[in-house]
């Protein structure tokens, strides 16, 4: 059975798929929210900075939709999400599934609210960064 912090992170996916998140239900007044890698890499603080800087990072793509791959919880307050992002760069027009964008995003819960949020556009980064292999990236715990 999954984890409270399993079940909250589908629960924010889940609302992003729907179109309906609202970060003031799960997030911690005081996120962090990191981007590594990609067209918009940064670090932002708080509800207001987190939306500044996911909204940054929406802005770069037209159609853009994801496919979980895999949940998998590290310990007591992480949980790693393995994403496949379809979609076009509006700038360069790129399309993402044909390049096979597979990332990764690390949430940490403390107290049922995700205290930092970090985005990875390279799954092996995530990895190397949680000290995963990439071949035990997806087993379950």
Known sequence: MPSANVELVRSILAAWERGTP????????EIEYVIVGGPSPG?????????????????????????????RELD??????????????KASGVDLG???????????VRD???????????????????GLASEDAADSP
């Open 112 to 130: 049922g609210k995700v205290t930092r949020w970090v985005s990875y556009w390279d799954r092996e980064r995530a990895f190397a960064d949680v």
């Open 76 to 89: 007591d307050e992480r949980v790693l999400v393995l994403i496949h992002y379809h979609g076009r760069g």
């Open 22 to 29: 609202s970060p003031a239900e799960w997030a911690h007044p």
């Open 43 to 71: 670090t932002w603080t708080g509800l207001a900075g987190m939306a500044e800087g996911f909204r940054d990072w929406l802005g770069a793509w037209k159609d853009l939709r994801f496919d979980v791959d895999h949940y």
């Open 98 to 108: 044909e390049i096979g964008a597979t990332s990764a995003q690390l949430y940490q």
